[in-house]
């Protein structure tokens, strides 16, 4: 489910630019950051399953951006190095600093990797954006 202001935030920014924003780039994960930041206390399970899957490079921002592939591992420092700041950031539950990571990502992906997103559009199912599959510590 998208808030009201991220809905007029993507309404607004796809009118006054061809630049894509966090939401669109990474929709599943920009929903539960949004969502740890509002809704979700501190110490709730689903953060520490969140905070897994940020450790798990298909699975996190950068990987979902990615088509929920690990290929940039290899192809991209920056990208690397972004997502171990928003597992970083996440983990320390710091709103700032996962809020610049935001910025930085959506930045370095308008520069360096725009074709990779809009040349191959991927479709997220809002459901699947406040649930999470049951990960084992033995993975």
């Not at 979902?64 to 690990?70: H, K, V």
Request: neutral net charge; proline residues 1%; glycine residues 4%.
């Amino acid at each position: 489910m998208y808030t009201k202001a991220s809905l007029y935030e993507n309404m607004v920014h796809s009118k006054s630019s061809n630049k894509l924003i966090f939401s669109e780039i990474s929709p599943m994960w920009s929903e539960r950051l949004n969502q740890a930041r509002d809704n979700i206390s501190h110490f709730a399970l689903i953060r520490s399953q969140w905070y897994r899957e940020l450790t798990i490079s298909s699975a996190c921002v950068i990987g979902e951006a990615y088509g929920f592939s690990s290929s940039y591992v290899h192809k991209c420092k920056t990208c690397k190095e972004l997502g171990f700041q928003f597992m970083y950031y996440f983990l320390i539950q710091s709103d700032s600093g996962i809020e610049n990571a935001k910025l930085d990502f959506e930045d370095h992906w308008n520069k360096e990797h725009y074709e990779t997103k809009t040349g191959n559009k991927i479709k997220v199912d809002t459901d699947l954006q406040i649930q999470s599959y049951p990960l084992s510590l033995n993975s």
